[in-house]
């Protein structure tokens, strides 16, 4: 195996250096274009744009999210990372996460659309029934803002943040 040794790489055109080394660590000036799969390691970080702070890239990501219509047969519009969902009744809605989270400690958010009519209010909230949430699965509940009544939602979107196994 051979081994080169640079302090700088500059392209044929131009007279800005490309890529800088200091020991195992490189720095590229200007843009980075990547085609095919690339991988992010969990320690890349970002800087704010104004340049005071640093967040994790990886652990800001949002790990599932998810769209359904959950009137009549309940359906997915859309989703990510989510395997399968299951009616469980009057707006409960069983959601398996298809790569589980790292553990039951994660964060999930939602919101609901309307429910029979337009006028019709409904709200999104996450239940401990059935022993959800774990690091599999969790449950949306959709009531109504008026009565407080488990309602079947037309429009209820999902999404989990934290760790991933």
Same mark, same amino acid.
């Given at each position: 195996m051979s081994t080169i040794k640079v302090d700088k790489l500059q392209g044929t055109s131009g007279a800005v250096t490309g890529l800088t $080394?200091?020991? /195992?660590? +490189? =720095? $590229? +000036?200007? =843009?980075?274009? %990547?085609t095919g799969v690339h991988t992010v390691g969990t320690n890349a970080v970002a800087t704010s744009?104004?340049? /005071?702070?640093t967040t994790s890239v990886v652990q800001g990501l949002a790990k599932s999210w998810l769209s359904i219509n959950?009137?009549?047969?309940? /359906? %997915?519009?859309?989703s990510f990372n989510i395997s399968s969902i299951t009616d469980q009744g009057v707006g409960l809605t069983d959601v398996a996460i298809g790569n589980n989270m790292s553990s039951a400690e994660y964060s999930l958010s939602g919101a609901s659309g309307t429910v029979h009519t337009v006028t019709d209010n409904c709200r999104l909230g996450f239940s401990t029934e059935a022993g959800t949430p774990t690091a599999a699965t969790y449950r949306a509940i959709t009531r109504e803002a008026n009565d407080d009544q488990n309602r079947d939602a037309n429009y209820s979107y999902t999404q989990a943040f934290g760790s991933l196994a």
């Amino acid at each position: 195996m051979s081994t080169i040794k640079v302090d700088k790489l500059q392209g044929t055109s131009g007279a800005v250096t490309g890529l800088t $080394f200091s020991g /195992a660590n +490189g =720095t $590229f +000036g200007g =843009t980075l274009a %990547v085609t095919g799969v690339h991988t992010v390691g969990t320690n890349a970080v970002a800087t704010s744009e104004g340049g /005071a702070a640093t967040t994790s890239v990886v652990q800001g990501l949002a790990k599932s999210w998810l769209s359904i219509n959950g009137t009549g047969t309940i /359906a %997915v519009r859309a989703s990510f990372n989510i395997s399968s969902i299951t009616d469980q009744g009057v707006g409960l809605t069983d959601v398996a996460i298809g790569n589980n989270m790292s553990s039951a400690e994660y964060s999930l958010s939602g919101a609901s659309g309307t429910v029979h009519t337009v006028t019709d209010n409904c709200r999104l909230g996450f239940s401990t029934e059935a022993g959800t949430p774990t690091a599999a699965t969790y449950r949306a509940i959709t009531r109504e803002a008026n009565d407080d009544q488990n309602r079947d939602a037309n429009y209820s979107y999902t999404q989990a943040f934290g760790s991933l196994a």
